[in-house]
């Protein structure tokens, strides 16, 4: 998980865009969040298969974390 903003070190996970198998290109729109001040989307950082998504909606993200893989 990217940095969002300086001062958020996590997020809400509030919707996955794409679903596992599904193609991606890199800075396409992969999942959306939410923020104690701002819900936005978080592009992918690579292109690929998504082969798994690794967090459920509602769910806290970290910075850093991995939050999906990609063929």
Known sequence: M???????DSVYLVSWLKAV???VNEGEDLLE???DKAQ??????ASG??????F???AEIN?????????
């Open 21 to 23: 198998g599904d193609m």
């Open 2 to 8: 990217p940095r969002v903003a300086e001062t958020v």
């Open 49 to 54: 298969k998504i082969t798994e998504l690794r």
């Open 56 to 58: 459920a909606i509602d």
């Open 40 to 45: 936005l989307t978080v592009p992918s950082p």
């Open 33 to 35: 969040v939410e923020t």
């Open 63 to 71: 910075t850093g974390d991995v939050i999906a893989v990609l063929e």
